[in-house]
Each structure stands twice: as C-alpha cells, then as structure tokens.
C-alpha cells in the first residue's frame, strides 16, 4: 500500500519548473521595436521628415548649380558650400526637431497611457528596459540618417558635378561631414527620452527638448570663455563645427571649437543622456 500511494502522488513543483524565466536582452530590444513600429504616426513622420530634408538639401544645390560659375571662389570655400548643399542647416532643425521630439514621446507616452507600468510590472529589471528603448531608438534614428543623409549627398552632388565643385564621400573632409549629420539624428533622441524620462509629460517633454536642443544655443556667445566653452558643450554647435571643413568666412572667435570637441560633446550628450534616464527610472515609483 505505501509503494501504492508513493507512486500515485503528485511531485511537488520544483522551482525550476515554477520560476519564470528571466527575459534577455534580445527579448527586449525586440519587445521596445514592435511598440516602437506599432505606433502608426512613425512612418508617416520619418517618411515626411525624410522627403522634406532631401527636398530642401536638393533645392539648395539646384540653386548653387545655377548661380556659380565653375573657376571661381575659393576652393575650399566652394567645396564647403557644397557640402552645405548636402546638408543644410535648415535639415538639421528638422533632424533636430524629429530627432529630439520622437526619443521625449517613446518614454512620455508610455507614462501617459500607464503602459510603462505593464512594461515593468513585466520586466522588474527597469535600466534594462530602458538600455533596450536607447538602443532600439539609437538605431532606427541612425538608419533614417543613413538613409537621408546618403540620398541627400548623392542627390546634391551629382547636381553639383557639372558646376566642378562635387565632392565625394571619400575624401576625409566629406566623410566626416556625413558622418555628423548621420549622428546628429541619433544623438538628439537620446537627449529626448532623457528629458522624455525625466519630465514624464508628452508635450512638456517635447517642449523640454526643443528648448534644450533648438533655443538654449541661441541664448550663449561665444564672448566670454565660459560662455563659449557652455556654447561648445552644446549638441547643435557642436554640430556645426563637425560641418565646417574650411574656416573661411567663418566669423573668427577668441575660443573658437575643436573638432575633437565636439564629437566628445555628441558622445557624452548620448551617453549622459541615457545614463541620467536609467538612474532616474531606477529609483522612481509608478
């Protein structure tokens, strides 16, 4: 009878069989991209946001094209303007304004609609899934600059071609005039779903970053050391630098960029960003 009543009971559930299995990294970048591609406003922005940055960067070389004659200007003067044409300053506002506003409304709209506390009620470990968000948002805003930037600078400089002033992606120069603007995109989200994290208000966060990203340059010079050295540690400025390849007509400063800089300052805006939003989803209650 005992061997009986041995054989007929139930094992208890061990706590291999009970325990779920914890989720891995790929499991979350996955899960951060199908929220991310499952809002249905995204293709429309970045497929308008794409047509607009090619359409004004191929205007303005239109409009170089047709008012240059090839042999004059300075050479390097004129192979800064072409590169202008493949990436305008009025492209970098809408990179800026895409950029910053999409990385502030990933993580502002989850706290919104209350989905941030199924994401994490899920998934208790909260600086990996906001390390997965920076990653998922890092790369789509990357391949949109990839895609944008490529097309813009093939487009424009074959416009410029005939004119003699077309330049090519492999000269050092140009390259890393592309490679900035590509980032430029990528680094302005960051700083949005930092802001995005901190504020936890869609519209306040949008606003956060256009003021931090877009205006704040506007309101420091280059007068005083400090404030020049607070202008320089800005991402739009430092920008900027990145796409200046010839300092000619460039208004002379006392306390002027170093190009080293400014990609340190892109660099640190992207990790400092993501670094401040994982400590602060740590230590906040939903």
């Not at 779920?20 to 991310?36: C, G, M, S, V």
């Not at 072409?82 to 506003?101: H, M, P, V």
């Not at 306390?255 to 960003?273: D, E, K, N, Q, R």
Request: charged share 10%; glycine share 8%.
């Amino acid at each position: 009878m005992s061997t009986t009543h041995t054989a007929l009971t139930p094992l208890a559930p061990t706590a291999a069989h009970t325990a779920e299995p914890a989720p891995r990294f790929t499991d979350l970048l996955a899960a951060e991209w199908i929220k991310l591609r499952s809002l249905r406003s995204i293709p429309w922005v970045l497929g308008l946001s794409a047509v607009a940055i090619v359409a004004a960067n191929l205007k303005s070389a239109l409009y170089t094209r047709d008012h240059y004659t090839p042999g004059s200007g300075d050479p390097a003067a004129m192979a800064q303007v072409a590169l202008n044409d493949a990436f305008n300053i009025a492209s970098a506002d809408i990179l800026l304004l895409l950029g910053g506003g999409l990385g502030a409304i990933v993580i502002a709209g989850e706290y919104a609609t209350g989905l941030i506390r199924t994401t994490l009620a899920a998934v208790p470990d909260r600086r990996a899934v906001l390390v997965a968000k920076a990653c998922v948002l890092a790369a789509v805003m990357l391949g949109f600059g990839v895609l944008t930037v490529g097309v813009s600078f093939g487009l424009s400089q074959a416009v410029l071609s005939d004119s003699g002033i077309g330049q090519s992606l492999t000269d050092p120069a140009a390259f890393r005039y592309v490679a900035a603007a590509t980032l430029f995109g990528p680094v302005c989200a960051l700083v949005g779903l930092g802001i995005g994290t901190l504020i936890r208000h869609s519209a306040g966060a949008v606003v956060g970053t256009v003021v931090v990203l877009f205006f704040l340059p506007s309101l420091v010079t280059e007068r005083y050391r400090w404030t020049a050295d607070l202008l320089h540690a800005l991402p739009l400025p430092a920008w900027q630098r990145l796409a200046r390849i010839s300092l000619a007509g460039w208004r002379p400063s006392a306390y002027p960029a170093t190009v080293a800089g400014s990609w340190i300052t892109l660099a640190a805006w992207s990790f400092a960003s993501v670094a401040i939003a994982a400590l602060v989803i740590h230590r906040r209650d939903h």
